[in-house]
């Protein structure tokens, strides 16, 4: 088995995603190559999307997420339209069917080049999100970052895309929050014992809403697929928008949009645009890596 795999430098809405393509093989990319890579500004990323050999029949791969600390996550909206992308380059194929550790997923690639993500449906019983106290209604929980009397952020509501969300409702531009000082704070605060996403979500109409999200193990993102559909869905269920809405996504260049659409099967379904940006190959060990373009190398070692 070779110590070396190709992968790809791609991102959704300016999400920093690597597909790493591990068919074929029986290890994985390890949390030391995932920091290692994460550490280079050529290499750094929000997620690794790992494609492995399906596990189930009726899938096309299984995929292993791994966020830039090296810790695994349940899912990504962004990266999976990456997946999508580079297999239907690959393969000429336009729908696919993934298994992650959060579920099946399903996909498809359309004749404009935006993908839609079948994200599943949302789950917002509060021991299933998780949180660490009952909540008889996640919709509105009780946390707050400020003075008691005039906080700066409060009641966010809290639900689960195969990970945990709390999304904060604001009256204004979500740039304008320091979301870098209190995004910590509020992934790591006791009531998410798995940690959790933290959105900012500003509607701005009943089919139109602005968000920036920190999203677990990752730190400030420029994009975040399944945060935007816990946004959607949760503006949605308080009555702050229709079912289906579009998501610009403030962190991401020149403001890109996403289109959550929360089906009356319950699925919700996001749209949105994936981008190849460099390939080359990587040891999944160590994070060793080699940059393929116009016949000439970069390359770094940890």
């Keep these: 088995m070779s110590d070396r795999v190709e992968f790809a430098r791609m991102n959704g809405l300016g999400n920093k ?28 990323f929000d997620q690794i999307m790992a494609i492995h050999d399906p596990k189930l029949d009726g899938t096309d791969a299984y995929i292993d997420i791994l966020n830039c600390d090296g810790s695994k996550a349940q899912a990504c909206g962004n990266g999976t339209r990456c997946v999508v992308q580079a297999l239907a380059s690959e393969t000429g194929r336009k729908s696919f069917t993934f298994q992650t550790i959060a579920g099946i997923l399903n996909a498809v690639e359309h004749q404009d080049g935006t993908i839609s993500v079948d994200m599943g449906k949302p789950v917002f019983a509060w021991d299933k999100i998780p949180l660490s106290e009952e909540f008889h209604d996640t919709s509105r929980i009780e946390l707050q970052i400020g003075p008691i009397d005039a906080p700066i952020l409060h009641s966010p509501s809290a639900m689960s895309m195969g990970n945990p969300h709390a999304v904060f409702w604001v009256d204004r531009d979500p740039m304008t929050y320091d979301l870098e000082r209190f995004g910590p704070l509020l992934e790591n605060h006791p009531i998410f014992p798995e940690k959790a996403n933290i959105t900012l979500a500003q509607v701005t109409s009943k089919t139109s809403m602005v968000t920036r999200t920190w999203e677990r193990g990752a730190g400030l993102t420029l994009a975040c697929g399944s945060a935007a559909c816990a946004a959607g869905v949760s503006a949605a269920r308080t009555g702050r928008t229709e079912r289906k809405v579009t998501i610009t996504v403030a962190s991401s260049p020149n403001r890109g949009t996403l289109t959550i659409d929360w089906r009356p099967d319950d699925k919700v379904v996001m749209t949105g645009p994936a981008e190849w940006e460099w390939s080359g190959t990587v040891n999944p060990t160590t994070g060793d890596w080699q940059r393929d373009e116009s016949g000439q190398a970069e390359a770094a070692t940890p």
């Design 17 to 44: 995603i690597l597909v790493v393509d591990m068919r074929g093989r029986t290890d994985r990319v390890t949390p030391a190559a995932a920091i290692a890579l994460a550490a280079d500004p050529a290499t750094v």
